[in-house]
């Protein structure tokens, strides 16, 4: 194995330009790990957050850090108690140290990534990588919370945030479980893409169409952006109807009717941060088997080098885009 790899580093909180390009040593193979090729790293608004300094890095030492929370890859080495088997396999990893605040490891932006090979999910045979990585950590976040509304084969289900990221794979996997979803988007030159997604209705918020949202008229409710929607979201809630929050990208100060806490709804929600390496495996093996079958709409990808990463930064702070943005080699 080679010694050195070219990676992005960052050395201050800032903008995008403390993206930068180097090389850097290839760490050593501990007896569980798994060292892995990027074939695709995504970006993630983790990734903004962290490099502007908004989610401080936990470590008294911080830098240099290697920013990135999710990697498909090819295993090229195991350690000793790693399974040898795994060398030569397509696998994805995300979260669980990788990168973060926590960066226990180096994380995805980098020719090669460490990780232990527990929090790594093999892909099934056949899978494409791009469009998995595509879906990623967007489409198990999107997993884990959709989970938690129950069944949803013809239950009624708005997605918040429904050309985001997060939004866009959970309108694309509710559909394909049998929901009738309604995509809410911020802009309505999204529409017809979150449509394509599955969405059967499509409300957006900057044109007034909040008040078309119905009280009473859901099952659940899937909410990424929080702030302003959140109110309507409960309010939509049909009695013995969930909202799972796993996003506030409008923001996390809400307000709502309090009567509405003695009707009987639920409001849960989900965290990547408590994903772990069996959540991994099952929501993948969920994802690649919709894929495979043709059922689940893959978001749409851009491809830009890992060099690049500055400039995908900035693209995705500047919003209107849709779908992932992907670093490759």
Same mark, same amino acid.
């Given at each position: 194995?080679?010694?050195?790899?070219?990676?992005?580093?960052?050395?201050? *909180?800032?903008?995008?330009?403390? @993206?930068?390009?180097?090389?850097?040593?290839?760490?050593?193979?501990?007896?569980?790990?798994?060292?892995?090729?990027?074939?695709?790293?995504?970006?993630?608004?983790?990734?903004?957050?962290?490099?502007?300094?908004?989610?401080?890095?936990?470590?008294?030492?911080?830098?240099? *850090?290697?920013?990135?929370?999710?990697? %498909?890859?090819?295993?090229?080495?195991?350690?000793?108690?790693?399974?040898?088997?795994?060398?030569?396999?397509?696998?994805?990893?995300?979260?669980?140290?990788?990168?973060?605040?926590?960066?226990?490891?180096?994380?995805? *932006?980098?020719?090669?990534?460490? %990780?232990?090979?527990?929090?790594?999910?093999?892909?099934?045979?056949?899978? #494409?990588?791009?469009?998995?990585?595509?879906?990623?950590?967007?489409?198990?976040?999107?997993?884990?919370?959709?989970?938690?509304?129950?069944?949803?084969?013809?239950?009624?289900?708005? $997605?918040?945030?429904?050309?985001?990221? $997060?939004?866009?794979?959970?309108?694309?996997?509710?559909? !394909?479980?049998?929901?009738?979803?309604?995509?809410?988007?911020?802009?309505?030159?999204?529409?017809?893409?979150?449509?394509?997604?599955?969405?059967?209705?499509?409300?957006?918020?900057?044109?007034?169409?909040?008040?078309?949202?119905?009280?009473?008229?859901?099952?659940?409710?899937?909410?990424?952006?929080?702030?302003?929607?959140?109110?309507?979201?409960?309010?939509?809630?049909?009695?013995?109807?969930?909202?799972?929050? %796993?996003?506030?990208?409008?923001?996390?100060?809400?307000?709502?009717?309090?009567?509405?806490?003695?009707?009987? %709804?639920?409001?849960?929600?989900?965290?990547?941060?408590?994903? #772990?390496?069996?959540?991994?495996?099952?929501?993948?093996?969920?994802? !690649?088997?919709?894929?495979?079958?043709?059922?689940?709409?893959?978001?749409?990808?851009?491809?830009?080098?890992?060099?690049?990463?500055?400039?995908?930064?900035?693209?995705?702070?500047?919003?209107?885009?849709?779908?992932?943005? @992907?670093?490759?080699?």
């Amino acid at each position: 194995m080679q010694s050195e790899m070219r990676s992005i580093v960052i050395s201050r *909180y800032g903008g995008p330009e403390v @993206l930068e390009w180097k090389t850097v040593p290839v760490l050593s193979l501990r007896a569980s790990e798994i060292r892995i090729r990027t074939i695709a790293a995504a970006v993630n608004h983790t990734d903004l957050e962290i490099r502007a300094g908004n989610w401080p890095i936990r470590k008294p030492e911080p830098f240099p *850090y290697v920013p990135g929370v999710e990697v %498909v890859g090819e295993v090229v080495e195991a350690g000793s108690s790693a399974g040898r088997a795994l060398v030569g396999q397509q696998v994805i990893t995300m979260m669980q140290g990788l990168g973060g605040v926590r960066a226990d490891r180096p994380g995805g *932006y980098a020719e090669f990534v460490t %990780v232990d090979a527990s929090a790594a999910a093999q892909l099934p045979a056949g899978t #494409d990588p791009l469009a998995i990585a595509a879906i990623g950590l967007a489409g198990v976040t999107a997993h884990e919370g959709l989970q938690r509304l129950g069944p949803l084969d013809g239950r009624h289900v708005m $997605v918040t945030g429904a050309a985001g990221g $997060v939004g866009s794979a959970a309108v694309s996997l509710a559909s !394909a479980l049998g929901a009738h979803v309604l995509g809410l988007v911020s802009r309505p030159e999204q529409a017809d893409y979150v449509r394509a997604l599955g969405a059967e209705r499509v409300l957006a918020s900057k044109a007034g169409e909040l008040s078309l949202v119905e009280p009473q008229s859901l099952d659940g409710v899937f909410d990424t952006v929080g702030a302003a929607v959140f109110e309507i979201s409960v309010s939509a809630l049909k009695p013995g109807g969930t909202m799972s929050l %796993v996003g506030a990208v409008g923001g996390s100060d809400v307000r709502f009717d309090l009567w509405n806490l003695i009707r009987p %709804v639920s409001l849960t929600g989900y965290s990547s941060e408590n994903l #772990d390496g069996t959540a991994l495996e099952a929501a993948i093996a969920t994802l !690649a088997h919709l894929l495979a079958q043709r059922a689940m709409r893959t978001p749409k990808w851009t491809t830009m080098r890992i060099s690049e990463a500055s400039l995908a930064h900035a693209a995705l702070e500047q919003g209107g885009g849709k779908g992932r943005i @992907l670093l490759v080699p």
